[in-house]
């Protein structure tokens, strides 16, 4: 079974606790899973973060899991604009679920600063930065429950019309009204079995009722069927636009769309740039690209 894959941390846990950590879309409900000494290493300061003005700043940033290990991270300094679309790519074990860790204050830097317009990350209030963002892991959890409260785990207090419109804004809401009834279909192993594109859509869904300022996406490496592959790239396109989406990219439409892509290998930057000018630069990125013949990383 796949773990959830942006908290290393996680995979001291049972199965059944990080099945359920990766389903709510909301890192401070990840984090309560987890146990109190872990959290309070992570110090909170006393700024509230509301939203983000100019976008997130890494500054020579240096982060190791265990000291005797070869750093996950190097001398990595980058930043990510607000209202736009980064995509982190790279080989596996190049660190791309370790800056996504970082942002979310899973852990702190070593050397190097993480910024957040102009003031350092970890100032601000802890729950406050991480009720504003939202993630869509790999994982997808659907709960035995009916598909309108499948998509309220992301917000418990959201009402049925926000349920409707997050759930058009995922591209969601067409097949769900399809269903034998509509939101209130039972869905999961004892109800109706959702498709894997139907299942990402949801998972989008219930990120987008949290109306995140910034929404983190770790895309699956395994393929979806085009269609569906079509509805989720549609569901980005509209939701992502003004709003500052962070995606572990494999697929090629989601790199395409991306204005800013990032490729890590070894823990180190190697290239930099959008789609056009990492093709002609001819380095790591086309190289993964042409490998793949275009249709994922
Ligand atoms: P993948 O695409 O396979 O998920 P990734 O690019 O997300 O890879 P990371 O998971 O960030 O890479 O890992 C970066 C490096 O840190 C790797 O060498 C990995 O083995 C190591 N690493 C990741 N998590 C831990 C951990 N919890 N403890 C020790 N080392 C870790």
Known sequence: ???????????????DRVNLIGLLGSVEDVMSFLDITERNEICSGDLQFKSLQRGITFESVNFSYNTSERPALQDISFFIPRGKTTAI???SGAGKSTVI?????FYETEYGEISVDNYPLR?????????????VSQNIYIFNTTVGENIAYGRL??????IIAAAKKASAHE??????EGYDTIVGDRGIRLSG????RIALARAIVREPEILILDEAT?????????????ALNSFSQNRTVIVIAHRLSTIKQAEQIIVLQEGKIVEQGNLQYLLKLNGLFAKLYNLQSGSAL
């Open 175 to 180: 097949f769900i009204s399809q269903l034998p």
């Open 197 to 200: 594109g139907q299942k990402q």
């Open 123 to 135: 100032k601000f209030n802890l729950s406050s930065w991480r009720s504003r963002i939202a993630i």
């Open 89 to 91: 790519v790279g080989p």
């Open 222 to 234: 395994n393929a979806l069927d085009s269609l569906s592959e079509n509805f989720i790239q549609e």
């Open 157 to 162: 207090d959201a009402t049925k019309s926000e």
């Open 101 to 105: 860790g970082l942002i979310c204050r």
């Open 1 to 15: 079974f796949m773990l959830y894959r942006l908290q290393p941390v996680m995979r001291r846990l049972d199965t």
